[in-house]
T-cell receptor
Framework: QKEVEQNSGPLSVPEGAIASLNCTYS??????FFWYRQYSGKSPELIMS????GDKEDGRFTAQLNKASQYVSLLIRDSQPSDSATYLC????????????FGSGTQLTVLP | DVKVTQSSRYLVKRTGEKVFLECVQD?????MFWYRQDPGLGLRLIYF???????EKGDIPEGYSVSREKKERFSLILESASTNQTSMYLC??????????FGPGTRLTVL
């Protein structure tokens, strides 16, 4: 079983809609969670980090963490075509120093 | 802003050649990482380093070695390049909050 799982997509949403990206993880002791965006041919860039249960908002992005259910999600409000990218979920697995375990990513397409 | 640079964006080498990929960071981070990324396989950790001259194997270290002689520089070495090492190579550093910052990547093609 993969430690961090994401639906690979592709996920398509119309411009202006809410895009919802989900990630589940297997290590109940995980403490740090990250969402990265990766445009085709580019390197991942950090969107948000979240460390405690609940919601964390940053502009059009909201990260949601539920440690009891072992999932973390990313909501993108008012989606724009420029949001079209692959979104990577990353988790710091307990006992792993500073290593992150990455999901395989969800490809999002925002249709104009 | 954290800046992570990699020596080349694109590299073409021949089978059997020794290949050096260099990564330099300017944020005094102790932890540095080398990943490769392939379609359908995601990011896979090759090696990481938590201090000068210290290194740990990641998930796929076979065929690779690393060097960290200075804190800001972390090198990935392919001792004898093979075609199955054609990939995107990404260097990253991590801050004290475990956030990783990536360099622009090197797309290596081995012919």
């Amino acid at each position: 079983q993969k430690e961090v799982e994401q639906n690979s997509g592709p996920l398509s949403v119309p411009e202006g809609a809410i895009a919802s990206l989900n990630c589940t993880y297997s290590d109940r002791g995980s403490q740090s969670f990250f969402w990265y965006r990766q445009y085709s041919g580019k390197s991942p860039e950090l969107i948000m980090s979240i460390y405690s249960n609940g919601d964390k908002e940053d502009g059009r992005f909201t990260a949601q963490l539920n440690k009891a259910s072992q999932y973390v999600s990313l909501l993108i409000r008012d989606s724009q075509p420029s949001d079209s990218a692959t979104y990577l979920c990353a988790v710091k697995v307990s006992g792993s120093a500073r290593q992150l375990t990455f999901g395989s990513g969800t490809q999002l397409t925002v249709l104009p | 802003d954290v800046k992570v640079t990699q020596s080349s964006r694109y590299l073409v080498k021949r089978t059997g050649e020794k290949v050096f990929l260099e990564c330099v960071q300017d944020m005094d981070h102790e932890n540095m990482f080398w990943y490769r990324q392939d379609p359908g396989l995601g990011l896979r950790l090759i090696y990481f380093s938590y201090d000068v001259k210290m290194k740990e194997k990641g998930d796929i270290p076979e065929g690779y070695s690393v060097s960290r002689e200075k804190k800001e520089r972390f090198s990935l070495i392919l001792e004898s390049a093979s075609t199955n090492q054609t990939s995107m190579y990404l260097c990253a550093t991590a801050d004290d909050a475990d956030t990783q910052y990536f360099g622009p990547g090197t797309r290596l093609t081995v012919l």
